[in-house]
T-cell receptor
């Protein structure tokens, strides 16, 4: 059974550019969540999608957005990149509801220069 | 703001020693999850506890959920170098949105 797949693994972008990250959840999982991990702030919730609908959103500016497709694959987009957006972006999927735990992907390491 | 405090922040021990990591909050959780993360990888789920007072064992790891469902602990017996990693607790408030703890970085030396 394939795990959660995130692409690309590494990305270097210039300040002001935009970026799109992709996540393919475990087959059959309809809930996909995104988290940002930085050394200073730890893991912080970005948003959660279920059946193409955003159900939850964290405290991030509007430059961070996402979407989910009918096959449960999800993308997140960050526009007008800032240096502080450099982080490991993690995607997680759940089949039984978040209360029972998540399977995380290996993440996309984004560096903004 | 929901906060999850983990202690200690860092732990450096010799192989064979025992250790306990604590996770505390002022809020009541629907469930409490423990993850381990290795460098360059995503967190891996170790256990989920949902009932106050619940104790779960996973080989040398023992997880306990507080009676009031506001705190949890992870105890490792006879630590091994393979236990090295970042241990994260995460609380779920029945909102499909995890609040992660500050993390405990464990280093076990042979």
């Amino acid at each position: 059974k394939a795990g959660v797949t995130q692409t690309p693994r590494y990305l270097i972008k210039t300040r002001g550019q935009q970026v799109t990250l992709s996540c393919s959840p475990i087959s059959g999982h309809r809930s996909v969540s995104w988290y940002q991990q930085t050394p200073g702030q730890g893991l912080q919730f970005l948003f959660e999608y279920f059946s193409e609908t955003q159900r939850n959103k964290g405290n991030f500016p509007g430059r961070f957005s996402g979407r989910q497709f009918s096959n449960s694959r999800s993308e997140m987009n960050v526009s007008t990149l800032e240096l502080g957006d450099s982080a490991l972006y993690l995607c997680a999927s759940s089949g039984q509801g978040g209360r029972y735990g998540y399977t995380f992907g290996s993440g996309t390491r984004l560096t903004v220069v | 703001t929901q906060l999850l405090e983990q202690s200690p922040q860092f732990l450096s021990i010799q192989e064979g020693e025992n250790l306990t990591v604590y996770c505390n909050s002022s809020s009541v959780f629907s469930s409490l999850q423990w993850y381990r993360q290795e460098p360059g990888e995503g967190p891996v789920l170790l256990v989920t506890v949902v009932t106050g007072g619940e104790v779960k064992k996973l080989k040398r790891l023992t997880f306990q959920f507080g009676d009031a469902r506001k705190d949890s602990s992870l105890h490792i017996t006879a630590a091994q170098p393979g236990d090295t990693g970042l241990y994260l607790c995460a609380g779920d408030y029945n909102t499909d949105k995890l609040i992660f703890g500050t993390g405990t970085r464990l280093q076990v030396f042979p």
